[in-house]
C-alpha cells in the first residue's frame, strides 16, 4: 500500500509564476515530513522540511504547508525559476517496529519550469 | 566538504551473478541507510545502520540481499545471485543522528541482464 502519495507525475509552470507541488498521506502516525529535489544522475538532495505540530514551514522561495486533517502537505515554490527543474518527492519520517526513523517517499512529480 | 559517495555508479550484472555495492557516508555520520528505487518510483526503504549495528533490515526484499558495515563507516550492500527484477538504482544516505535530514549519495544504477 502507498502511504506517501504523489498524484501528479509531472507539471510545467511559467519561469516567475508560483509552483504548487501536492501529497497525500494516510498514516496517522507519522511525524515529520520533508521535500527532497533530485536532479538526472543524482541523489536526493533535502529541501525544506516540516514538523506535525507546525502547518506552515518558510524558507526564502520555498514553502511547506501542512494540513493534518485532511493529511495533506504542498510544496509552494515562487517565484519559480528555470533551475527549479526537477524531479520532487515527499516524503514522511516514521518510527519503525525497532525504533530507528524511517522515510517513506512518494513517487515524485516532475517539475519542468517553462522560460 | 565531502558528501556521501558510492561505487561503482553503475554496474551491469549477468543474472545469477554477485554485486557488491559500496557506499562512503558523510564523515561522523552515525546513521546510514540503504534504499532501492525502481524506475518511475520513489526510493524504497532496506535497511538502517547506526553505526556498525544493523537494526532493522525489514526492507530487504529477500535473503539474497546482505548489508554490513563492520567498523561503522563504509557500508557494502550485496546481493547474490541476481535477478532481473533487482535493477534499480541504489541510493545510500546518512545522517549525523537523531537529524531527520539525510544526505544522500548519487546511487548504483545496477541493470540485471
Known amino acids: 500500500d502507498q502511504q506517501v502519495k504523489q498524484n501528479s507525475p509531472s507539471l510545467s509552470v511559467q519561469e516567475g509564476r508560483i509552483s504548487i507541488l501536492n501529497c497525500d498521506y494516510t498514516n496517522s502516525m507519522f511525524d515529520y515530513f520533508l521535500w527532497y529535489k533530485k536532479y538526472p544522475a543524482e541523489g536526493p538532495t533535502f529541501l525544506i522540511s516540516i514538523s506535525s505540530i507546525k502547518d506552515k514551514n518558510e524558507d526564502g522561495r520555498f514553502t511547506v504547508f501542512l494540513n493534518k486533517s485532511a493529511k495533506h502537505l504542498s510544496l509552494h515554490i515562487v517565484p519559480s525559476q528555470p533551475g527549479d527543474s526537477a524531479v520532487y518527492f515527499c516524503a514522511a519520517n516514521g518510527i519503525s517496529n525497532f525504533g530507528n526513523e524511517k522515510l517513506t517517499f512518494g513517487t515524485g512529480t516532475r517539475l519542468t519550469i517553462i522560460p | 566538504g565531502a558528501g556521501v559517495s558510492q561505487s561503482p555508479r553503475y554496474k551491469v550484472a549477468k543474472r545469477g551473478q554477485d554485486v557488491a555495492l559500496r557506499c562512503d557516508p558523510i564523515?561522523?555520520?552515525?546513521?546510514l541507510f540503504w534504499y532501492q528505487q525502481a524506475l518511475g518510483q520513489g526510493p524504497e526503504f532496506l535497511t538502517y545502520?547506526?553505526?556498525?549495528?544493523?537494526?532493522?533490515k525489514s526492507g530487504l526484499p529477500s535473503d539474497r540481499f546482505f548489508a554490513e558495515r563492520p567498523e561503522g563507516s563504509v557500508s557494502t550492500l550485496k546481493i547474490q545471485r541476481t535477478q532481473q527484477e533487482d535493477s534499480a538504482v541504489y541510493l545510500c544516505?546518512?545522517?549525523?543522528?537523531?537529524?531527520?535530514?539525510?544526505?544522500f549519495g548519487p546511487g548504483t544504477r545496477l541493470t540485471v541482464t
Open positions: 545502520f547506526q553505526n556498525e549495528a544493523q537494526l532493522d
Open positions: 544516505a546518512s545522517s549525523y543522528g537523531i537529524s531527520y535530514e539525510q544526505y
Open positions: 564523515s561522523g555520520h552515525v546513521s
